[in-house]
């Protein structure tokens, strides 16, 4: 398997997550979907920022990217891969802050019904 087809095959399963995630949500799994969207949210986090570890020099190469002239950089390479990072971020506090809540939610009931 080449480079391209790992590329390919990732963004086949993270579509493919993110229509479930949809389809959940639409009929009244929230639960799930809500984890489905965590999980999402970090996959697309955790692939840019190592896109950009690895495309810059903080990890030995740049021949990715021409960091020379600073305008271009920040608008052709910052701006964009700064939103996939933003965001999913975003995300990724609002739904587990969300998981946090129905966990400590779901301990408070087991208590009161061991306390019964």
Known sequence: M???DIK????????????IFNFQFI??????SVLLAFMVSTMTFSKTVLYILISSGL???HTHVNLEDWKRTV???????????VVP???MVATGKIMLDCTKNYE???KEQKLR
């Open 8 to 19: 390919k095959l990732y963004f086949i399963i993270f579509s493919l997550f993110n229509i």
């Open 27 to 32: 009929i009244g799994k929230t639960g799930q």
């Open 75 to 85: 608008y052709l390479y910052i701006l964009p891969n700064g939103i996939w990072i």
């Open 108 to 110: 408070a009931e087991t």
């Open 2 to 4: 080449n480079k391209n």
């Open 89 to 91: 971020l975003l995300c």
């Open 59 to 61: 990890c030995g190469c």
